[in-house]
């Protein structure tokens, strides 16, 4: 495992799958295969898989340690979750273990952040216990954006129990909320000196980026905002997932922008392999030069 460090602060990730999923030309509604061809020399083969060029993506979750607080951000899918796709259904993966081997039990976590609130980004915030299903990290409290979590909570009002992201907002974000554990936030919320919010909507009604600060150097979690790398270089390539098609490119390219004003390390959540680095500006677009630590 790779630790990375922002002035006193360290980062972590801690992964809990990474498998090739979906071919480009589903994923992306905008998709060219004369512009994807023209990066897939550096993609071959960590983030596209070789012969199939489906897309590599990883299932992963950041650890900040702040030196006062102990932070998770985004709680991968979780085991023993009812999924409708195979190969998120009823895992038992040691995801566990994995925190723990990286200095981070469960009772050491004082937030977990979730950057939106898709299925993959909130499983581990519950685990099952004697048929019921409970928060997993005892003594943390969960920070929701509100108006992320006012959006599901009324898609669940409209669609009914059980329904909402395959199951998700059931099984792993109203137990934490039942059980008192959860914080709804603004975008003006700090709850670390080092750490900021910010709103980059479009994937979801209520995305957020989480922002890392301390000794002159920066970091950007940025969940969603984009799921793969050539969506730097295509910033316009919002994926098949996201509510607002539009506004998840004019989302993107803003937060490439900050990315190169401030010379921040982007940390996504689903980049396999290198899976963070530097935004460089390059014509109207964008590249990254990966961080090598």
């Known amino acids: 495992m ?13 992964e809990e799958l990474c498998a090739a999923g979906f071919r480009p030309n589903r994923m992306f509604p905008r998709f060219d295969q004369q512009a994807f061809d023209a990066q897939k020399h ?27 607080h102990t932070i998770l951000i985004d709680t991968c899918l ?21 925190l723990r081997a990286c200095g981070c039990p469960p009772e050491s976590v004082d937030f977990v952040m979730c950057t ?6 909130v499983g581990w915030n519950t685990r099952l216990e004697n048929g019921r299903w409970v928060p997993t990290f005892p003594n943390a409290r969960y920070l929701f954006a509100k108006r ?9 009002a409209r669609q009914g129990e ?27 919320h700090q709850p670390d000196p ?19 600060e301390n000794g002159g150097k920066r970091a950007c979690f940025s969940g969603d905002i984009m799921h793969h790398p050539i969506q730097v270089y295509h910033p316009d390539w919002s994926s098949q997932f996201c509510s607002d098609q539009e506004m998840s490119a004019r989302s993107r390219r803003k937060l490439l922008e900050d990315c190169v004003e401030s010379n ?26 990966w961080d090598k630590q």
């Open 42 to 68: 550096w993609m071959v083969p960590v983030h596209v898989e070789p012969g199939s060029d489906r897309l590599v993506g990883s299932v992963h979750t950041w650890v900040v340690k702040t030196g006062r």
């Open 78 to 98: 979780g085991n023993d979750k009812q999924r409708h796709n195979a190969a998120w259904n009823n895992l038992s993966l040691p995801f566990l273990d994995r």
């Open 2 to 14: 790779t630790v990375r460090r922002i002035g006193n602060a360290t980062i972590e990730k801690v």
């Open 116 to 121: 939106h609130l898709h299925v993959d980004h």
């Open 148 to 156: 992320e979590y006012a959006h599901w909570e009324s898609e669940r």
């Open 194 to 212: 080092m750490l900021t919010i910010r709103d980059y909507p479009g994937h979801t009604p209520g995305s957020i980026a989480i922002n890392l």
């Open 264 to 289: 921040v390390l982007l940390c996504p959540a689903h980049f396999p392999g290198e899976n963070a680095g530097y935004i460089k500006p390059e014509g109207n677009s964008f590249r990254i030069e």
């Open 162 to 188: 059980g329904k909402v992201n395959d199951g998700s907002f059931d099984d792993s974000v109203l137990p934490v909320v039942e059980a008192g554990k959860a914080v709804m936030i603004d975008s003006d």
